[in-house]
T-cell receptor
Framework: GAVVSQHPSWVICKSGTSVKIECRSL??????MFWYRQFPKQSLMLMAT?????????EQGVEKDKFLINHASLTLSTLTVTSAHPEDSSFYIC??????????FGQGTRLTVV | GDSVTQMEGPVTLSEEAFLTINCTYT??????LFWYVQYPGEGLQLLLK?????DKGSNKGFEATYRKETTSFHLEKGSVQVSDSAVYFC?????????????FGQGTILTVHP
């Protein structure tokens, strides 16, 4: 099956710094990638949809300038949390779609801002 | 907008017990429905899916039937195992070019004891 790799699996950063999370489709080209956020004991909430070579589409309430998404190639999308604060601590998950009927998830990144 | 409601957990069962996790949805049009599973320390995995009314998705002994009249997609397994302990998410997508853009339920934690 298709594999989506997220890196890092976990990261701790100081308040005010920026953190980059990578999402790679290892054995297929992803036309679209999605970024989700999961709070403890809560569901996954879609943050944004990114298509290769174009600007990401953000869900209502998600700050574009805080959560920068770049989808430079068909196998890589990055999420940068800028000027992170403790309330940004969460579990971030990406998924990659290769078209009709198929979407695959990364293992997630746990971000802790101290 | 679209929404998914799952029964609240956690659910605790003994091995070989019967499992039901309820899921109901609200959506415009004809969504596709999914169950995802998240094992401890791992990412999300697709467990099963159904793309139209009356379809039954099945995998690893789990089943769920797409019931349009009751807008439900309940997950069932006749005899659970300890290895089934995980978090289960019901989800839907509008399909088409939005495939992979998922709306999730809140997740249900299942713990199976020997």
């Amino acid at each position: 099956g298709a594999v989506v790799s997220q890196h890092p699996s976990w990261v701790i950063c100081k308040s005010g710094t920026s953190v980059k999370i990578e999402c790679r489709s290892l054995d297929f080209q992803a036309t679209t990638m999605f970024w989700y956020r999961q709070f403890p004991k809560q569901s996954l909430m879609l943050m944004a949809t990114s298509n290769e070579g174009s600007k990401a589409t953000y869900e209502q309430g998600v700050e574009k300038d805080k959560f920068l998404i770049n989808h430079a190639s068909l196998t890589l999308s990055t999420l940068t949390v800028t000027s992170a604060h403790p309330e940004d601590s969460s579990f971030y998950i990406c998924s990659a779609s290769k078209g009709e009927g198929k979407a695959f998830f990364g293992q997630g990144t746990r971000l802790t801002v101290v | 907008g679209d929404s998914v409601t799952q029964m609240e957990g956690p659910v605790t069962l003994s091995e070989e017990a019967f499992l039901t996790i309820n899921c109901t949805y609200t959506a415009t049009g004809y969504p596709s429905l999914f169950w995802y599973v998240q094992y401890p320390g791992e990412g999300l995995q697709l467990l099963l899916k159904a793309t139209k009314a009356d379809d039954k998705g099945s995998n690893k002994g789990f089943e769920a039937t797409y019931r349009k009249e009751t807008t439900s997609f309940h997950l069932e397994k006749g005899s659970v195992q300890v290895s089934d302990s995980a978090v289960y998410f019901c989800a839907l997508t509008a399909g088409g070019t939005s495939y992979g853009k998922l709306t999730f339920g809140q997740g249900t934690i299942l713990t199976v004891h020997p």
